[in-house]
C-alpha cells in the first residue's frame, strides 16, 4: 500500500501520537503532520500537496503555552494578526483582507451570514490540529476562500478510551475538559472549556480591565450502520461576553475626533477612552450531519453532508444581530485506475453544493448559491503529484463565477528536495453590511461587485538529514480585483460607504519556514514572511507587516519529564491609519518574548506555566489600542 494514499491510517497513527502525554521528549513538539484534512475534497499527505500549508498540532500548542487560536495563527508564515483589544481580532493571510480567510471549526464554516469571523477568544485547550492553507481555495470552499482557508480541528478522533481536562490561574482562570470513545462501530466525543480571562485596559490609560468570558461546548458521534454506510453528527455552541471601551466621535464641526468631555483627539493616546460599562455579547453555534458510503467494493466514495452556522452579535447593547449560513453538500470520489479511493493513483472527485445565508442585518434580502466542482488527482510513479479543479458557482444575487486551481509536488528522485507550486483564482463576495448598512455612520452600497483574486506560489522543501527536520522557502503574489474600501462622506447624507477600487491590488512576498532537531533535547523552529501589499493606487495597505519574524526554542529538561520553550516575534513595517488626522503612518516595530514550561508530576498529570511578554514591552498592533503586558499563568493538565 503506497504511504501517500493511505490518510487514513496516517491520520489515526497521528491522532493517537498527538494526545499522548506532552514533554517526553521536545522532539514532540515539533513532529511535522503527514496529513493534510483540509486539502481538497478528501485529506492529502503532505509531502504530496503543492500548496502553501501549515499544520500546527496539539503538541506544539502546549509545549508553547498558547492559549488562543489567534496568538497561535502569530508563528504561522504567510499570516497577519492584528488585535484592537481583547474583543477584536483580524486575521489575513497573504495580505489579503481578513474577510478573504475561511475559518472553519470541524470543516464547518464559523461566520454566519458569509461575514468575517472574529477570533477574539477563541481556546485552544481541546483542539487537536489547527491547518492553515495559503492561496486561493475558492474551487473547494467557495466565497471567502479566495486567500485561504484556517481548519480548526478539535479533540475526539483517536482510537480508545481517552479523557482528561486542565485549570489555570493567572488573570482569571480557565478549566477543560474532554472524554471520547471511539471502537470498531461508532464513537462519541465531548468537549468543554470556559475562560474567564480578566484582559487587560484596552485605552492603555491605567483604567478598569476589559476582559473575555467565554463557555464552549461541542459534541460530536459516529456510527457504523452497515459496513459500507457510516453515520455522524457534530454540534457546537459558545457564548461571549467582552469588555470594550469607548472610541472617540468624529465632530463634523470641527471636522476631528473629539473624546467624551469633548476635547479634540491628536494622538493614539486618546483615541480609545476608558469605559467601565461598554461590553457586548457573541452567541455561536455550528452544527452538522453526515454520511459516508463506498461502493464497487471501494473504488466509488460518496459523502453526504448538511451544515448549519449561526452567529449572534450584540454590539454594546445595540441589539442582536444574527447571520445563518446553510450548506448541503456532496462530494464522490472515484478510483480511476479501478483500485479502491484510498489506494488509487489517479482519483475524480466531485462536489455539488447548496448554500443560503441571510442576515438581521437586512431582514430583507437572502443569497443563494449553487455550486459544482470537478477535482483531479495524480500519484504519479517518478515522485510527481498532481491536483487541477474547476468550479462554477450560480449566483442567484451576483454574477456566475468559474474558479480554477493547479497544485503540483515532485519530489526529486534521490535527492533531500521537494519542489511545489500552485495557481487558481478565488472570489469574494460582498456581506451585508457593505451592501445595505444603515446606521450612525454607515450606509451599504446594494452596488457592490464581488472582489476577484488571482495567485500562484513557488517553492522548494529541503528534508535534513536523518529526518532532523526541514526548511521551506515558498514565493507567492497574488492580485485582487475590485477591491472593497470604506471611504467617509460620500453617500448622499454624508455618511461613509463601500465602494469597488478600480484598478488591481498587488501582493507578493516570500514565507520561510524552518523546523530543526538541533540535539536530542533542543527542538528550533523559525517563521519569517515579507510582504508587499498595495492598493491600486500605489499606496501601501494597513495592517500587513513587511516584516514578520517567530523563533521558537524547546529544551527538553529533567531526564524529558519537563520542558522549556521560549518564543519571540519581532514585527516592523507595519502601517496603519492615524483615524484622528486620516493619516497613514508606519508604527513602532516591536518584539515580544513569551516563556511556556512544564513537568510531569506522574505519566498523566502534568505541571504547567507560562508568561505573556516577558520584557512588558510597550507596543501596539492598532493605533490607539494597547496590548497585555506581562503576565503569568500556572496550570494542571491530566490525561488518560
Same mark, same amino acid.
Not at 490518510?7 to 491522532?15: F, G, Y
Not at 494597513?542 to 524547546?554: F, K, M, V
Given at each position: 500500500?503506497?504511504?501517500?494514499?493511505?490518510?487514513?491510517?496516517?491520520?489515526?497513527?497521528?491522532?493517537a501520537?498527538?494526545?499522548?502525554?506532552a514533554?517526553g521528549?521536545a522532539?514532540?513538539?515539533v513532529?511535522?503532520?503527514?496529513?493534510?484534512?483540509?486539502?481538497?475534497?478528501?485529506?492529502?499527505?503532505?509531502?504530496?500537496?503543492?500548496?502553501?500549508?501549515?499544520?500546527?498540532?496539539?503538541?506544539?500548542?502546549?509545549?508553547r503555552?498558547?492559549?488562543?487560536?489567534q496568538?497561535?495563527?502569530?508563528?504561522?508564515?504567510g499570516?497577519?494578526?492584528? =488585535?484592537?483589544?481583547?474583543?477584536? &481580532?483580524?486575521?489575513?493571510?497573504? $495580505? !489579503?483582507?481578513?474577510?478573504? +480567510?475561511?475559518?472553519?471549526? @470541524?470543516?464547518?464554516?464559523?461566520?454566519?451570514?458569509?461575514?468575517?469571523?472574529?477570533?477574539?477568544?477563541?481556546?485552544?485547550a481541546n483542539?487537536?490540529?489547527?491547518?492553515?492553507l495559503?492561496?486561493?481555495?475558492?474551487?473547494?470552499?467557495?466565497?471567502?476562500?479566495?486567500?485561504?482557508v484556517?481548519?480548526?480541528?478539535?479533540?475526539?478522533?483517536?482510537p480508545?478510551?481517552?479523557?482528561?481536562g486542565g485549570?489555570?490561574?493567572?488573570?482569571g482562570?480557565?478549566?477543560?475538559?474532554?472524554?471520547?470513545?471511539?471502537?470498531?462501530r461508532?464513537?462519541?466525543?465531548?468537549?468543554l472549556?470556559?475562560?474567564?480571562?480578566?484582559?487587560f485596559?484596552?485605552?492603555?490609560?491605567?483604567?478598569?480591565?476589559?476582559g473575555?468570558?467565554?463557555?464552549?461546548?461541542?459534541? =460530536?458521534?459516529?456510527?457504523?450502520? &452497515?459496513?459500507a454506510?457510516?453515520l $455522524? !453528527?457534530?454540534l457546537r455552541? +459558545?457564548w461571549?461576553?467582552? @469588555?470594550?471601551?469607548?472610541?472617540a466621535?468624529?465632530?463634523?464641526?470641527?471636522?476631528?475626533?473629539v473624546?467624551?468631555?469633548?476635547?479634540?483627539?491628536?494622538?493614539?493616546?486618546?483615541?480609545?477612552?476608558?469605559?467601565?460599562?461598554?461590553?457586548?455579547?457573541?452567541?455561536?453555534?455550528?452544527?452538522?450531519?453526515?454520511?459516508?458510503?463506498a461502493s464497487?467494493?471501494?473504488?466509488?466514495?460518496?459523502?453526504?453532508?448538511?451544515?448549519?452556522?449561526v452567529?449572534?452579535?450584540?454590539?454594546?447593547?445595540?441589539?442582536?444581530?444574527?447571520?445563518?449560513?446553510?450548506?448541503?453538500?456532496?462530494r464522490?470520489?472515484?478510483?480511476?485506475?479501478?483500485?479502491?479511493?484510498?489506494?488509487a493513483?489517479?482519483?475524480?472527485?466531485l462536489?455539488?453544493?447548496?448554500?443560503?445565508?441571510?442576515?438581521?442585518?437586512?431582514?430583507?434580502?437572502?443569497?443563494?448559491?449553487t455550486?459544482?466542482?470537478?477535482?483531479?488527482?495524480?500519484?504519479?510513479?517518478?515522485?510527481?503529484?498532481?491536483?487541477?479543479g474547476?468550479?462554477?458557482?450560480?449566483?442567484?444575487?451576483?454574477?456566475?463565477?468559474?474558479?480554477?486551481?493547479?497544485?503540483?509536488?515532485w519530489?526529486?528522485?534521490d535527492?533531500p528536495?521537494?519542489?511545489?507550486?500552485?495557481?487558481?483564482?478565488?472570489?469574494?463576495?460582498?456581506s451585508?453590511?457593505?451592501?445595505?448598512?444603515?446606521?450612525?455612520?454607515?450606509?451599504?452600497?446594494?452596488y457592490?461587485?464581488?472582489?476577484?483574486?488571482?495567485?500562484?506560489?513557488?517553492?522548494?522543501?529541503l528534508?535534513?538529514?536523518d529526518?532532523?527536520?526541514s526548511?521551506d522557502l515558498t514565493?507567492?503574489?497574488?492580485?485582487?480585483?475590485?477591491?472593497?474600501?470604506?471611504?467617509?462622506?460620500?453617500?448622499?447624507?454624508?455618511?461613509?460607504?463601500?465602494?469597488?477600487?478600480?484598478?488591481?491590488?498587488?501582493?507578493?512576498?516570500?514565507?520561510l519556514a524552518?523546523?530543526?532537531?538541533a540535539?536530542?533535547?533542543?527542538?528550533?523552529?523559525?517563521?519569517?514572511t515579507?510582504?508587499?501589499?498595495?492598493?491600486p493606487?500605489?499606496?501601501?495597505?494597513?495592517?500587513?507587516?513587511r516584516?514578520?519574524?517567530?523563533?521558537?526554542?524547546?529544551?527538553?529538561?529533567?531526564?524529558?519529564?519537563?520542558?522549556?520553550?521560549?518564543?519571540l516575534?519581532?514585527?516592523?513595517?507595519?502601517?496603519?491609519?492615524?483615524?484622528w488626522?486620516d493619516?497613514?503612518r508606519?508604527m513602532?516595530?516591536?518584539?515580544?518574548?513569551?516563556?511556556?514550561?512544564?513537568?510531569?508530576?506522574?505519566d498523566?498529570?502534568?505541571?504547567?506555566?507560562?508568561?505573556?511578554?516577558?520584557?512588558?514591552?510597550?507596543?501596539?498592533?492598532?493605533?490607539?489600542?494597547?496590548?497585555?503586558?506581562?503576565t503569568?499563568y500556572?496550570?494542571?493538565?491530566?490525561?488518560?
Amino acid at each position: 500500500m503506497h504511504p501517500k494514499r493511505t490518510p487514513l491510517i496516517a491520520l489515526a497513527t497521528l491522532s493517537a501520537a498527538a494526545l499522548l502525554p506532552a514533554a517526553g521528549s521536545a522532539q514532540d513538539a515539533v513532529t511535522l503532520d503527514p496529513v493534510i484534512l483540509s486539502a481538497g475534497f478528501a485529506p492529502q499527505a503532505a509531502d504530496a500537496y503543492g500548496r502553501a500549508a501549515t499544520v500546527l498540532t496539539a503538541a506544539e500548542i502546549e509545549a508553547r503555552g498558547i492559549a488562543t487560536v489567534q496568538d497561535a495563527l502569530r508563528a504561522v508564515p504567510g499570516v497577519s494578526v492584528s =488585535s484592537a483589544g481583547t474583543s477584536f &481580532t483580524q486575521v489575513r493571510i497573504r $495580505g !489579503a483582507e481578513a474577510s478573504h +480567510s475561511l475559518i472553519l471549526i @470541524d470543516g464547518i464554516e464559523v461566520a454566519g451570514g458569509g461575514d468575517e469571523y472574529v477570533l477574539t477568544g477563541l481556546e485552544t485547550a481541546n483542539i487537536d490540529r489547527i491547518e492553515v492553507l495559503r492561496g486561493p481555495q475558492s474551487v473547494y470552499y467557495g466565497s471567502n476562500a479566495s486567500a485561504g482557508v484556517i481548519n480548526i480541528i478539535t479533540r475526539g478522533g483517536e482510537p480508545g478510551l481517552h479523557y482528561g481536562g486542565g485549570i489555570e490561574l493567572g488573570n482569571g482562570a480557565a478549566a477543560s475538559a474532554h472524554v471520547s470513545r471511539n471502537g470498531e462501530r461508532g464513537g462519541l466525543a465531548l468537549n468543554l472549556s470556559a475562560r474567564d480571562d480578566h484582559g487587560f485596559d484596552l485605552s492603555g490609560d491605567g483604567g478598569e480591565k476589559d476582559g473575555i468570558h467565554r463557555k464552549t461546548l461541542g459534541l =460530536s458521534g459516529w456510527v457504523q450502520a &452497515t459496513d459500507a454506510l457510516r453515520l $455522524g !453528527a457534530t454540534l457546537r455552541r +459558545s457564548w461571549e461576553r467582552y @469588555d470594550s471601551d469607548a472610541l472617540a466621535t468624529y465632530d463634523f464641526l470641527t471636522g476631528g475626533y473629539v473624546d467624551a468631555e469633548g476635547n479634540p483627539v491628536t494622538g493614539p493616546e486618546g483615541y480609545v477612552n476608558d469605559d467601565p460599562a461598554l461590553f457586548g455579547k457573541r452567541d455561536e453555534r455550528q452544527g452538522a450531519l453526515w454520511a459516508e458510503f463506498a461502493s464497487l467494493d471501494g473504488r466509488l466514495t460518496h459523502r453526504l453532508d448538511y451544515q448549519d452556522s449561526v452567529f449572534k452579535q450584540n454590539n454594546e447593547g445595540a441589539g442582536w444581530t444574527t447571520g445563518k449560513t446553510r450548506k448541503l453538500k456532496y462530494r464522490g470520489s472515484l478510483g480511476l485506475d479501478g483500485r479502491p479511493v484510498e489506494d488509487a493513483a489517479h482519483i475524480l472527485g466531485l462536489l455539488a453544493e447548496r448554500q443560503e445565508d441571510s442576515s438581521t442585518a437586512a431582514p430583507d434580502y437572502r443569497r443563494e448559491m449553487t455550486s459544482l466542482a470537478l477535482e483531479y488527482r495524480g500519484f504519479l510513479d517518478n515522485g510527481l503529484n498532481l491536483q487541477a479543479g474547476v468550479r462554477h458557482d450560480d449566483n442567484r444575487v451576483f454574477d456566475d463565477f468559474t474558479s480554477w486551481t493547479l497544485a503540483l509536488s515532485w519530489q526529486v528522485p534521490d535527492r533531500p528536495f521537494r519542489l511545489h507550486a500552485s495557481a487558481g483564482t478565488g472570489l469574494v463576495n460582498p456581506s451585508y453590511y457593505e451592501l445595505y448598512a444603515d446606521d450612525g455612520y454607515t450606509r451599504g452600497n446594494p452596488y457592490l461587485r464581488p472582489e476577484k483574486n488571482r495567485g500562484f506560489d513557488l517553492g522548494v522543501e529541503l528534508s535534513l538529514p536523518d529526518g532532523r527536520g526541514s526548511v521551506d522557502l515558498t514565493y507567492f503574489r497574488e492580485t485582487l480585483e475590485d477591491e472593497i474600501t470604506y471611504v467617509g462622506g460620500t453617500a448622499p447624507d454624508w455618511r461613509g460607504t463601500y465602494v469597488n477600487q478600480p484598478g488591481e491590488s498587488p501582493r507578493e512576498g516570500v514565507e520561510l519556514a524552518a523546523r530543526v532537531n538541533a540535539t536530542r533535547n533542543l527542538d528550533l523552529a523559525l517563521n519569517y514572511t515579507y510582504l508587499d501589499a498595495k492598493d491600486p493606487d500605489g499606496a501601501v495597505e494597513i495592517r500587513r507587516p513587511r516584516h514578520e519574524l517567530g523563533l521558537s526554542a524547546t529544551l527538553a529538561v529533567l531526564d524529558g519529564r519537563g520542558s522549556l520553550t521560549a518564543d519571540l516575534r519581532h514585527v516592523s513595517g507595519n502601517f496603519d491609519t492615524q483615524f484622528w488626522n486620516d493619516q497613514t503612518r508606519e508604527m513602532p516595530s516591536f518584539t515580544v518574548v513569551n516563556l511556556a514550561a512544564g513537568y510531569d508530576l506522574t505519566d498523566n498529570i502534568r505541571l504547567t506555566g507560562r508568561v505573556v511578554n516577558l520584557f512588558d514591552r510597550d507596543y501596539s498592533e492598532v493605533w490607539g489600542y494597547a496590548t497585555q503586558g506581562r503576565t503569568a499563568y500556572a496550570g494542571l493538565q491530566a490525561r488518560w
